[in-house]
């Protein structure tokens, strides 16, 4: 079903990630994925290659808090990869104290939203030579929680992390909503969806109290390749490939809030992030 295509990847070195990057190798994908540790890009890489050997999967490295990093590593693999059939977004974290980037950036922002938006415009050429193609981001329902204020993006004013996070997952709806506008003629679906509360790594290193009640909701959390499934029928269904501009969860659309169906939001969140994209 996926022989022959290529798979671009973050956050594929451990939960729905790594399940999925497995998963669509055993289809016949060859994996390029982006990773920030070493070792565990390494390793991934070899379990990759024991599965399913000989396809070339590879690893790039880059801290996509930083968006030089994420610009170079898109110059990389653009570089690299001929074609790319798929870029899957999907790093993410959530961060139980406000710090800021390099780029003045809040990290919640920055790696949960930014580095969709750097990372797809640096690969975008490829998707649409290589198309009919695919971008898939990883949102949230915690994106009902979210509320963008132009005023305030890098939550100076107040910073709570649940609603960080959210706002960052109402961004990747949004992202997602004027990606696949503007692509839409070019071969290129754009969705996004949720994997639901998934039992992963997720919220491990956001410190303080916040971690210890991350570890123990998790005690009620769907298994890893439950949360995967969606992310997967996304990159290799040919239905899901006549979609574009969705908000899916288990595989069936998604309920949206009235911000995350904004299309003037939406077109005005684009123009922010390619203003910080740019000065960057």
Not at 92 to 102: C, D, K, L, Q
């Amino acid at each position: 079903m996926m022989d022959g295509k290529v798979i671009v990847m973050t956050g594929a070195t451990s939960g729905i990630g790594q399940i999925a990057a497995e998963r669509l190798a055993d289809m016949g994908a060859r994996l390029v994925i982006v990773a920030r540790d070493r070792a565990r890009g390494e390793t991934m890489r070899a379990k990759l290659e024991a599965r399913a050997p000989g396809r070339g999967h590879a690893v790039h490295y880059a801290d996509l808090l930083r968006l030089r990093h994420v610009k170079r590593v898109a110059r990389e693999i653009a570089a690299a990869q001929p074609r790319i059939d798929v870029l899957v977004n999907n790093a993410g974290a959530i961060f139980s104290r406000r710090a800021v980037t390099e780029d003045g950036l809040e990290r919640t922002f920055a790696l949960n939203h930014m580095a969709y938006f750097v990372l797809t415009a640096g690969l975008v050429g490829r998707l649409v030579a290589s198309a009919p193609a695919r971008v898939i981001n990883t949102a949230s329902n915690a994106h009902r929680k979210g509320r963008i204020d132009f005023d305030d993006l890098q939550s100076e004013k107040s910073y709570r992390p649940f609603v960080a996070y959210g706002t960052s997952k109402l961004c990747n709806i949004l992202f997602t909503r004027e990606l696949a506008g503007r692509l839409c003629d070019l071969g290129v679906m754009a969705n996004s969806f949720s994997p639901g509360f998934v039992a992963t790594r997720f919220g491990d290193e956001s410190g303080g109290a916040h971690a210890a009640f991350m570890r123990i909701a998790k005690l009620f959390a769907r298994r890893p390749e439950q949360g995967a499934e969606t992310l997967v029928w996304l990159a290799s269904s040919p239905d899901a490939g006549e979609l574009s501009g969705g908000y899916f969860y288990r595989s069936r659309r998604g309920v949206l809030t009235a911000d995350a169906q904004d299309d003037a939001l939406a077109r005005r969140l684009w123009a922010e992030s390619e203003a910080i994209s740019l000065r960057a």
